[in-house]
């Protein structure tokens, strides 16, 4: 099994900031990339900000600049540190780990998602 769970979320002013953490756990041989996505309500989830296993890094244009995304390989983590929200920010966020192998010798990938933590940006 595999396990991907989000925490950090919360409430914060406009202008704040906060720090996400994702942990994919369980049987994980490797995690090809880490990505965060969010959904605002009525709109469809959307990529805020990837981190591939070599450190390739996008970004949606609207957080360029003001949102960070990194990686802990070994602990199979990643980091999304957002600083001067908006709230237009509010949304809750969702961690994907992508191409997940399981063992070495099985190439078989799969993705896996988090259930997602809430932030609100207050105006």
């Known amino acids: 099994q595999v396990q991907v769970v989000e925490s950090g979320g919360g409430l914060v002013q406009a202008g704040g900031s906060l720090r996400l953490s994702c942990v994919a756990s369980?049987?994980?041989?490797?995690?090809?990339?880490m990505g965060w996505y969010r959904q605002a309500p009525g709109k469809q989830r959307e990529l805020v900000a990837v981190i591939t296993s070599t450190g390739s890094t996008n970004y949606a244009d609207s957080v360029k600049g003001r949102f960070t995304i990194s990686r802990d390989n070994p602990k199979n983590t990643a980091y999304l540190q957002m600083n001067s929200l908006k709230p237009e920010d509010t949304a809750v966020y969702y961690c994907k780990a992508d191409g997940v192998r399981r063992t070495s010798w099985n190439p078989l990938m799969r993705d896996y998602w988090g259930q997602g933590t809430q932030v609100t940006v207050s105006s």
């Open positions: 369980g049987s994980i041989f490797s995690i090809n990339a």
